[in-house]
């Protein structure tokens, strides 16, 4: 999305590949640390899983519990949604932002942008109310692990998606928001605007609504994670315009700055006034011979000369 302000230019080039994989690889790399890295306050987390577990509860919400049964009961159903819920966001996400890139490059800037800021948004919520997942909430609540039952049909074991024996890679306590489904979203939103045919745009419809499904009936998250997942992607939205205007400020002082340093660095020049210049018509540099007084000069000699002569000779 380029845009013009006072001082600072249109950012409308296309972005590059060998900048963008990088920036990316950073940004994932401080989300995955910083959600390893938030304390797993187990105690607490369950205390925050039991109370959003009560309020659905309360408000009639908690679709947790029969789409958890309908999995648990039918391996056909629930495989699959294992499959799904430990791959498709590590292929479908970076699928529709290279999809983005390539074919939508004008938009590309501003998804990416909305991708990393609503990340980061979720990673301030792990820190802030991690959160147990149904999973693993005491038997009595009347949920099944999936991802443990079915666990001999894929690479994962009791620690969700993570491959078995890896369990201690991740962080099984960050379940609000949900960014399995803040992703679809995501990936949802830019299908449906900028997909051309129906079926793309009907996939935009359809991913977002089975992560749902995936996320609950596996039990790995509650139905208001789900929908914080969905408002992390709003607010990060709504900050993407303002985060690309810091950004293209700072990119345009740091260019000014650097655009300064040649001429500091520049070589020194000649001291000599006439190097390498040229008189206009009439003009005299002081101390130079000039070609008309060169040709007086001889015509006095020669006058001189004449003046010497013997006379018998003249």
């Not at 925050?48 to 919400?61: D, P, Q, V, W, Y």
């Not at 792990?126 to 049909?153: E, I, K, N, W």
């Not at 992560?211 to 709504?238: Q, S």
Request: aromatic share 10%; charged share 15%; proline share 7%.
């Amino acid at each position: 999305m380029p845009y013009a302000t006072a001082g600072t230019p249109l950012s409308g080039h296309r972005p590059r590949w060998w900048t963008e994989l990088p920036l990316i690889a950073v940004v994932y790399g401080l989300y995955a640390v910083g959600r390893l890295l938030v304390r797993e306050d187990i105690p607490g987390a369950v205390r925050n899983g039991l109370a959003i577990l009560r309020l659905e509860k309360t408000l009639h919400i908690n679709a947790e519990h029969p789409l958890n049964r309908l999995l648990t009961a039918h391996p056909s159903l629930g495989v699959p949604a294992d499959f799904a819920y430990a791959s498709l966001h590590y292929v479908v996400t970076p699928a529709v932002l290279i999809w983005i890139f390539r074919r939508r490059s004008a938009a590309y800037r501003a998804a990416r942008t909305w991708l990393m800021s609503s990340t980061l948004l979720g990673l301030i919520g792990f820190t802030l109310l991690p959160t147990c997942p149904p999973r693993l909430l005491d038997a009595r609540h009347g949920f099944v692990d999936t991802m443990a039952q079915y666990s001999a049909y894929g690479w994962w074991g009791a620690g969700a998606s993570a491959p078995r024996g890896l369990s201690g890679m991740t962080n099984q306590y960050a379940a609000m928001p949900s960014l399995h489904v803040g992703w679809a979203v995501w990936c949802g939103v830019l299908l449906w605007r900028h997909g051309r045919h129906p079926l793309v745009r009907a996939a935009g419809v359809a991913y977002p609504l089975t992560i749902v499904f995936v996320v609950m009936g596996t039990a790995n998250h509650y139905f208001l994670d789900a929908l914080a997942g969905a408002a992390v992607m709003a607010v990060g939205a709504l900050l993407t315009r303002p985060f690309m205007r810091i950004s293209d400020r700072a990119k345009y002082r740091l260019s000014t700055v650097f655009a300064r340093m040649p001429e500091s660095v520049t070589p020194m020049r000649s001291t000599i006034v006439s190097d390498g210049c040229k008189t206009s018509a009439g003009e005299r540099i002081p101390g130079r011979r000039t070609a008309s007084a060169d040709s007086g000069d001889a015509s006095a000699r020669s006058a001189a000369a004449a003046d010497d002569t013997p006379a018998a000779a003249r």
